[in-house]
Each structure stands twice: as C-alpha cells, then as structure tokens.
Nanobody, 127 residues
Framework: QVQLVESEGGLVQAGGSLRLSCAAS????????MGWFRQAPGKEREFVTT????????YYADSVKGRFTISRDNAKNTVYLQMNSLKPEDTAVYYC????????????????????WGQGTQVTVSS
C-alpha cells in the first residue's frame, strides 16, 4: 500500500504563489509517476499535472501551463507543485495521486488511471 500525504494548502490573493508538496510512503517504489488533480465545488475532478519518477517527463493541463510547475525529489519520495500567478478559478481542493504504470501506458489526464490518492488540500484564491 502507498500512502500520500499532502501539505496544507491555504488562502492567497490573486496573482500570488503557493507551493504544495506530496510525500509518498509505504510501497512507494511500485509507483511510476505522481500527479495533481483538483476539484472545485460542483465540478468534476480535473487533471492539473503529472511527472514521471524516472525520466522527469511532465505534462500539464492547458489551464495551468506557464503558471504551475511540478517537480520531484526522488530521495525524499516527494513531489512539489509550485503555483504562480494564481487566479480565482484555481480555487479547488487539490489532490495528489500516484500510479503503478508508466505515463506512456496510461491516460494520465484521467483520475481512473491513478491507483493511490491523498486526502486533498484546499487552495483558495481571492480576487
């Protein structure tokens, strides 16, 4: 079993920045990639970004390209999400996710492709 623990989110003004982290424990060696999704009230969970543990290959949703950056620290089994130029529409619960298959073999933009999930952390961007 793999456990994912996200850092606390927070409240930030539009245009501001926030960094989230997600630490993997347990049998984290069986995961190939980790990613971030978010879910706003009344909306479906949507893909934000994902990264391969081995190659560092990253993918981003169009809505966050150029503003968000995902990175990894393999030694710490931790993934980071740096969010800059935040907008009110970025307000959501952010979830960390991990999968057991290489990114090249899955539909990485869909929640069903991920095997493990964190508890979620609230990010609120005020206008």
């Amino acid at each position: 079993q793999v456990q994912l623990v996200e850092s606390e989110g927070g409240l930030v003004q539009a245009g501001g920045s926030l960094r989230l982290s997600c630490a993997a424990s347990g049998r984290s060696y069986i995961t190939y990639a980790m990613g971030w999704f978010r879910q706003a009230p009344g909306k479906e969970r949507e893909f934000v970004t994902t990264i391969s543990w081995s190659s560092g290959t990253t993918y981003y949703a169009d809505s966050v390209k150029g503003r968000f950056t995902i990175s990894r620290d393999n030694a710490k089994n931790t993934v980071y999400l740096q969010m800059n130029s935040l907008k009110p529409e970025d307000t959501a619960v952010y979830y960390c996710a991990a999968n057991r298959a290489p990114l090249t073999s899955i539909d990485y933009g869909f929640p069903r492709s991920y095997d493990y999930w964190g508890q979620g952390t609230q990010v609120t961007v005020s206008s």
